[in-house]
T-cell receptor, first 112, second 112 residues
Framework: DTAVSQTPKYLVTQMGNDKSIKCEQNLGHDTMYWYKQDSKKFLKIMFSYNNKELIINETVPNRFSPKSPDKAHLNLHINSLELGDSAVYFC???????????FGPGTRLTVL | DQQVKQNSPSLSVQEGRISILNCDYTNSMFDYFLWYKKYPAEGPTFLISISSIKDKNEDGRFTVFLNKSAKHLSLHIVPSQPGDSAVYFCAARNNAGNMLTFGGGTRLMVKP
């Protein structure tokens, strides 16, 4: 009964590959987010979706494409992976009217 | 350009004493502030928040103070417990949207 879940927890892949990370929330929230935590441990917003529509799109390479099939899911697809994509990616969700975001456990992506 | 800064990367405190974690921000458009706690290999969990119209918010052992003129907030934990050992992130919300900007985190170690 995890509130915000992500799969996989760990992902190791080669440069140039395409990979996806899945996120699901069962909190009934209408807004979902993707954050990247880099090697310096800063958490930075990448995308935000409200009711399946993109509302925040920070400066992220086009190789990153979020997809929201429904309000409870926000998946992140990454094309042509690069070494610099290695990081921990966190999914989060909230009600649009609320300031509190709830985070998933993170996916550690390692690009070799 | 870091708009939210936590200048102390780590803090060590004796059990039972007070822990004070500090956070500074530069963007005057921030109107809501949150503290998150993060254990290793887990996602950040919401701890406490404060609106810019207040200068103090208390929840059990946790109190957040906001000094708008100084653009500074602090989290006080009294008394500190070994289970409080974690990384604490300060986050701020821009009044123009739901995006959270995070500080770099402070690692708190509470010694028994």
């Amino acid at each position: 009964d995890t509130a915000v879940s992500q799969t996989p927890k760990y992902l190791v892949t080669q440069m140039g590959n395409d990979k996806s990370i899945k996120c699901e929330q069962n909190l009934g929230h209408d807004t979902m987010y993707w954050y990247k935590q880099d090697s310096k441990k800063f958490l930075k917003i990448m995308f935000s979706y409200n009711n399946k529509e993109l509302i925040i799109n920070e400066t992220v390479p086009n190789r990153f494409s979020p997809k929201s099939p429904d309000k409870a899911h926000l998946n992140l697809h990454i094309n042509s992976l690069e070494l610099g994509d290695s990081a921990v990616y966190f999914c989060a969700s909230s009600l649009y009217s609320s300031d509190t975001q709830y985070f998933g456990p993170g996916t550690r992506l390692t690009v070799l | 350009d870091q708009q939210v800064k936590q200048n102390s990367p780590s803090l060590s405190v004796q059990e039972g004493r007070i822990s004070i974690l500090n956070c500074d921000y530069t963007n005057s458009m921030f109107d809501y502030f949150l503290w998150y706690k993060k254990y290793p290999a887990e996602g950040p969990t919401f701890l406490i928040s404060i609106s810019s119209i207040k200068d103090k918010n208390e929840d059990g052992r946790f109190t957040v103070f906001l000094n708008k003129s100084a653009k500074h907030l602090s989290l006080h934990i009294v008394p500190s417990q070994p289970g409080d050992s974690a990384v604490y992130f300060c986050a701020a919300r821009n009044n123009a949207g739901n995006m959270l900007t995070f500080g770099g985190g402070t690692r708190l170690m509470v010694k028994p």
